[in-house]
């Protein structure tokens, strides 16, 4: 009968091939420990050759370069061929909370190709290199977060960029000031606010509160010298009737009636 060759024997191989292999056969006939993987070039010839090879063996003394993981364009590799090569994904950064009133975070995975939850179930921790952002783009900044120099005179979106660093969730975007305006300001990371952003008073003119045809009832007394501020909503009426219902929506005063 035909012998089946593994494919990994075919051809030239890369590092990751030859340790594949090594780990396939760890327990058979090529029993073995270790691995070391060598990449052969030579244009000193008139034919260029381009070769590898794969050792496996009993022990090995040095693991060259450290670590499992080559670096780019590494000569050679060794290492145990027991243990995967797969780095841990460590879970670092603690996950967002839920508010209603937030902009919300969207996040990718550490890969930049997957799409992944900033909500866990409360206590799972999200790995280390994921990437967020407050809404889903620039039609989601907030106009209310400040620059970092005081000035306003930007080109970017005011929206809040994180990675999930060594220990916890750093910022990536260190022009924008992202503190909340309590008297006890909070960083605006996933761990501590959902990307909740305010609005500024809404003032009423002077000649729409004193229009007879205009009803304005509040939810709170307003202070006409200030205007509707955050957390208040107001129902307008005009002669009676329904108009608008104003409250502060994802840093914008809206009519969210309709």
Not at 66 to 81: I, K, Q, R, T
Request: proline content about 7%; overall charge negative.
């Amino acid at each position: 009968p035909d012998t089946v060759v593994d494919p990994l024997l075919k051809g030239k191989q890369t590092w990751e091939e030859c340790h594949t292999l090594a780990m396939n056969n760890k327990d058979g006939p090529l029993q073995n420990e270790w691995f070391r993987w060598e990449d052969k070039f030579d244009n000193t010839t008139d034919d260029v050759i381009e070769e590898s090879y794969c050792y496996f063996l009993p022990d090995c003394a040095t693991e060259t370069p450290s670590g499992c993981a080559p670096f780019a364009g590494a000569p050679c590799v060794a290492g145990p061929s027991t243990e995967d090569c797969e780095e841990p994904v460590l879970q670092t950064c603690e996950p967002a909370k839920w508010d209603e009133d937030g902009l919300h975070w969207t996040c990718l995975s550490a890969s930049g190709y997957e799409t992944v939850s900033a909500y866990t179930d409360g206590t799972t921790k999200l790995p280390k290199g994921t990437t967020c952002q407050t809404g889903n783009g620039k039609d989601d900044e907030c106009s209310t977060w400040l620059w970092s120099d005081g000035k306003d005179d930007h080109t970017e979106p005011k929206i809040a960029k994180v990675t999930c660093g060594d220990t916890a969730w750093e910022s990536t975007n260190p022009d924008l000031l992202l503190k909340t305006d309590d008297t006890e300001p909070v960083d605006i990371l996933p761990d501590g606010n959902d990307g909740v952003c305010s609005c500024i008073p809404l003032k009423i003119s002077d000649e729409s509160l004193n229009d007879p045809g205009l009803s304005l009832i509040c939810d709170q007394a307003i202070d006409t010298s200030v205007g509707i501020t955050n957390g208040n909503g107001c129902v307008l009426l005009c002669d009676g009737h329904f108009v608008m219902y104003i409250e502060c929506y994802k840093g914008k005063w809206k009519d969210t009636s309709s």
